[in-house]
Every structure is written in C-alpha cells, then in structure tokens.
C-alpha cells in the first residue's frame, strides 16, 4: 500500500535527504499532512512535507538546513493552528517543521491542546525507505478535531483495507 503515494521525484528525493539527515543525527521525527496520508495509502496531491519532531532537535535540524530556511523557527497562529515552526524550501519543495510541544488545534472555536508522542511514530516502508510517520489513526483523529471531514471519510476508508 504504501507505494501508491503521489508523490513528484523531486518531493521524493526531498523525502530521501531529509530521511538521511534526521537519522544520522538520530533526530526523532514523523511525517504528518499529506505525506503521511499518502505513506497510509491517499492519493492527495502533496504539496508540501510537514514533519514534527520534539524542541530538543528541531534547532540542531534548522541549524543542519539553515540555507533552505525561508521563516526562521517561531511561534505560528492561524485559524487552525497554534505552535512552534520553521518553514524551508528545498529544491522548490516547501517543508514545514514543528515542535511537538505545545501545540494547540482550534475545535469549533476553542483552542484545545494537541498531544503528540513522538514514540507512536510507525515506521513503514516508502519507495525503498523506512520512515517514521503518524500512525493513521492519529492522523484521522488530528484531521476529525479541524473539522476536515472529505479528509477524514478518505482516510478512514484506508482503514478497512
């Protein structure tokens, strides 16, 4: 299942460097998003990789990729979101990292917190890598609290197969 992401080679050779980079630092992480939807069998487009990772590493990962920083490490609030994040562009492809603590999701109006553990990461097969991505039903409950239902019934039809 896993093989049939979409995914251009150049989102996947990004894939692949930052892959490298988080495991020879031995850097916890998960993909998240798309990509991890796509890791668990969606056919989204993707248009960006999200990945998460705790505050003791995400400055060590910005350091290691300070010439891809577009925004710098800061704390980011939209509508949806409350938390802590750098933003790159790698090759053209657009990558957004957080930290897993203290983020919040807004639900019907109220910020509520978004526990992450970074332990439950699943580590499954992608176009010849392990990667470490957020287990399907995190993402299905993560999607179901922004209230983004076409993504929720499409990932929960992931889970009967």
């Not at 050779?13 to 495991?23: A, D, G, S, Y």
């Not at 509508?79 to 790698?90: G, R, S, T």
């Amino acid at each position: 299942m896993a093989e049939r992401a979409t995914i251009s080679s150049e989102q996947l050779e990004v894939v692949k460097r930052l892959v490298t980079l988080l495991n020879e630092h031995k850097v916890p992480y998960q993909f998240t998003g798309g990509l991890a939807g796509n890791i668990h069998g969606s056919k989204w487009p993707l248009h960006d990789i999200d990945l998460e990772m705790p505050r003791a590493h995400i400055e060590l990962v910005a350091y290691l990729l300070r010439q891809h920083i577009v925004t710098p490490l800061r704390f980011y609030q939209d509508d949806e979101f409350q938390l802590v994040m750098l933003d790159l562009k790698i090759d053209e492809i657009e990558v957004d990292i957080n930290q897993i603590e203290a983020q919040q999701i807004c639900h019907k109006g109220q910020w509520v917190p978004h526990v992450v553990d970074i332990k439950k990461a699943q580590l499954m097969p992608f176009h010849g890598l392990k990667v470490s991505v957020q287990p399907l039903d995190q993402l299905i409950a993560y999607k179901t609290i922004l209230g983004r239902d076409k993504d929720v019934a499409d990932l929960s039809k992931l889970l009967s197969l």
